[in-house]
């Protein structure tokens, strides 16, 4: 798998390999965040959130990390697949749910 | 469960004239609507809080009177840019949550692509 330590706008992985997907945030309230993936011309589809109060979130092939001290989100999917390439969005909750977005990595899976 | 709706899913108008994108939740009431923008390549910025009864509430640099913003009913909001100009061609992405349901995520429509010409 690869490792990514800082926000990289792109991620190639070659499938069957372990994405991580970094994304740091700005305001250290913010007590939720959810990763997004966003296929060409769609919306974003929800994929896993966590809370402040935790640390770490695991679904179905897909964990997130929350590292409050250093204000940093991680998306970490395992066994990539094809249909894995999109582009993944962190968000923070800045309150009542308005999200602020990060800037996306866009994933690529290489056969 | 869960499917919020727009529509169009694209648009093509002339410039100066308004265009009305419709954002509906199908199966669960929505106090709250929320009206996103995304540029090509570019992250989605939130442009205003829809409110059903109220007003909107619209987040700085986003002009109200351009991006008009109706939330009649707890099924429906709708986004209507008014003289429209080659620069407001971009993607609108609505999301909605869920009415009296605490700790819920909202869902996202799949986006409405406008393109003034």
């Known amino acids: 798998g690869e490792s990514v330590g800082l926000h990289l706008p792109t991620l190639s992985v070659q499938e069957g390999d372990n994405s991580i997907i970094n994304c740091a945030y700005s305001?250290?309230?913010?007590?939720?965040f959810i990763w997004y993936k966003q296929e060409s011309g769609k919306g974003p589809q929800f994929i896993i959130d966590?809370?402040?109060?935790?640390d770490k979130r695991q679904g179905q092939r897909v964990t997130v990390l929350l590292n409050k001290t250093v204000k940093h989100l991680s998306l970490q999917i395992a066994a990539t697949q094809p249909g894995d390439s999109a582009v993944y969005f962190c968000?923070?909750?800045?309150?009542?749910?308005?999200?602020?977005f990060g800037a996306g990595t866009t994933v690529t899976v290489r056969a | 469960g869960a499917v919020v709706s727009q529509h169009p899913s694209w648009v093509i108008c002339k410039s100066g004239t308004s265009v009305k994108i419709e954002c509906r939740s199908l199966?669960?009431?929505?106090?709250?609507m929320f009206w996103y923008r995304q540029f090509p390549k570019q992250s989605l910025m939130l442009m205003a809080t829809?409110?059903?009864?109220?007003?909107?509430?619209?987040e700085q640099g986003v002009e109200k009177d351009k991006f008009l913003i109706n939330h009649a009913s707890l099924t429906l909001s709708t986004l209507t840019v008014t003289s429209a100009h080659p620069e407001d061609s971009s993607f609108y992405i609505c999301?909605?949550?869920?009415?009296?349901?605490?700790?819920?995520?909202?869902?996202f429509g799949q986006g409405t692509r406008l393109t003034v010409v």
């Open positions: 999301s909605a949550r869920e009415y009296r349901v605490m700790n819920t995520e909202a869902f």
């Open positions: 305001n250290s309230a913010s007590d939720y």
């Open positions: 966590i809370r402040s109060n935790m």
């Open positions: 968000a923070e909750n800045r309150g009542d749910y308005k999200l602020s």
């Open positions: 199966d669960f009431q929505a106090t709250t």
């Open positions: 829809s409110n059903e009864g109220s007003k909107a509430t619209y």
